[in-house]
């Protein structure tokens, strides 16, 4: 069974994600604090995470910094999760080593799944519906 981390600062949106990450049969680690990812992370070796860039103590950038840069955990892959778009965070978060950079705003907790899954490599596409009324589907 499959381990992710999911560090989200604001309680609805981990418990969303939460849910749809058990429902895969991962095993879900969860916090809204930034020490306790650290903590997390060390103790438990997750093969993903999912990094709040706004977390209690310690944002998810510097969290990032921190796991990148110990032989222990610098292979997790991780995603960095905001809740508005921030050109300057997504770029420093890719500069740091992320996998993804999401905004809460406008991406379908599902389909955060699906990535971290195809990072994973259980699968190798998703569909995204781009249109309900006409059920218009791409497939990345």
Request: proline share 4%; hydrophobic share 45%.
């Amino acid at each position: 069974m499959k381990k992710i981390l999911l560090a989200i600062y604001d309680d609805i949106t981990r418990a969303v994600y939460k849910q749809l990450f058990l429902e895969e049969k991962f095993t879900v680690f969860e916090t809204k604090n930034g020490r306790q990812a650290i903590h997390i992370a060390f103790s438990y070796k997750p093969d993903f995470a999912i990094l709040d860039v706004r977390l209690l103590e310690v944002g998810g950038l510097e969290v990032l910094k921190l796991l990148q840069k110990d032989p222990i955990t610098y292979k997790i892959p991780v995603i960095i999760f905001s809740a508005i778009e921030r050109e300057s965070e997504r770029l420093q978060a890719m500069d740091l080593g992320a996998w993804d950079y999401i905004v809460g705003a406008t991406t379908v907790p599902t389909e955060v799944v699906a990535k971290v899954k195809i990072h994973l490599g259980f699968q190798k596409t998703y569909e995204v519906v781009v249109d309900p009324r006409s059920e218009r589907v791409i497939r990345v």
